[in-house]
Structures are given as C-alpha cells and as structure tokens.
C-alpha cells in the first residue's frame, strides 16, 4: 500500500505515476461501474479496476463479472477486517461509490479516498433513505428548477463531505422521476471520470470542507 505523500494535502497520495488502482463499490444496475470501465479502456482515465464489492447479487454483479472484474459479493456491512485485507491484497489506492446502499466507515488510511457520486445537487436531497428514484421524485416535489449531481470525498455518514464537482441540468415541465434520472445520470457518465482524473493527478486539494485547485 503506497503511503507517501507527493503533494501537501494533495488527493494524490501516491509517490509515482501508474494508474490508480480502483476498488468499485455497488449495490444496484452496475452503468457507473459500466462508464468507468468505459473511460478506463478508452484512456480517458488513468486507472484500473481491481476489486469490485456488491452488497447483494444483484445486475451490477453479472456486469462486472462479464467486464472480467475480480468481484465479491459481500452482503450486509463489510467487517472492517475483510476490507482492510481485501483492500491490502490488491493495494488499492481509491475506494469508488457506485451505487453502493450502505454507509462504509472509512477503512484506516482512506481518508479522502472515498469518493461517491450522487443524483442530485448536495446537499439537497441527500442522506439515508435517498437513492434511486426516490432522489428524483423529492426533486420534483420540492419544485426546483434545476438538478443534477455531486462528486464528494465521503465521510462516516451518508451523502456528506467535500464536493469535488457538481454538474447542473434543468428540470423541464412534465418531467417525471425517471425523464429526470435519465438526464441526470447522462451528466454522471462526464462528471465522475472528470472529478476522478481531477483528484488521481492531485490538481485538487482538501482544506476543511472545500476541494480546492492547486495553482500550478
Ligand atoms: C447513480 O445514479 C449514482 O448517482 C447513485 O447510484 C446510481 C447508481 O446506478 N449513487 P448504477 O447502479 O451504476 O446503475
């Protein structure tokens, strides 16, 4: 496991240049996990996937398995000392949230390297409870104008931390929780690998609760 700091408060924590090696959390469809494959073989990110962990079978499981990912299904929460030997195993730089249900305590040496993507603009309609459609139909409850979705660092609580990048779409009359999910998760596919390729090379910094650019 790589430990040196090559930036003071830089997200990057590794010491050379090879790609970041990726543990991806799911639970649900598997398309975040899809796209990041997608960017990854399109060199689009500098990366690669070595541990997929669901928290039940579910299609997100079959996807990585056709996608040739090492994958565990691990129901309920993870013991602590399963993912910490899980993670030691495949020296995982970064823990990406796809689609994961549960909250994941932050495993020893990952603070700042949980990331998760959410569908909407944090901090509103975020926390427990609030995933799948049920982001989108508060959105469209609540009458707001504009959606859209949220790359934060993650910390021992659901759909909190620093934000990374926010991408913004509106909402359009007539729209349902499904017409709004889907442009949503069209803004997902651009925003997570961007966010991601931001923090891997360390142009971002951690102060408190922003995520700032380092100045070159
Ligand atoms: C995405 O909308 C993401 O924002 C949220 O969970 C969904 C995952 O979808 N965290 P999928 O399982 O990748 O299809």
Known sequence: MTAH???????????CARPKRLAVLLSGGG??????????DAHELDASIKLVIASRQCPGVQRARMLGLHT?????????????QLLAEQEID???????ARLLPIPPGYE?????????????????????MRVHEAALAAGVKVSGCTVHLCDNEYDTGPIVLQRVCPVLEGDTAETLAQRVFELEKEAYPAALSMLFSGQVAV????????KG
């Open 112 to 132: 700042n390297r949980v990331v998760n993507i959410h569908p909407s603009l944090l901090p509103n309609f975020g926390g427990p409870g609030m995933h799948g």
């Open 31 to 40: 398309r975040t996990l899809a796209n990041l494959q997608h960017c990854i």
């Open 207 to 214: 102060d408190g609760p922003n995520v700032r650019m380092i």
């Open 94 to 100: 970064w823990i990406i949230l796809a689609g994961y």
């Open 72 to 84: 565990r299904v691990l129901p309920g929460d993870i013991p602590r000392d399963t993912l910490v």
């Open 5 to 15: 700091r090559a930036h003071k408060n830089s997200t990057d924590h590794t010491p």
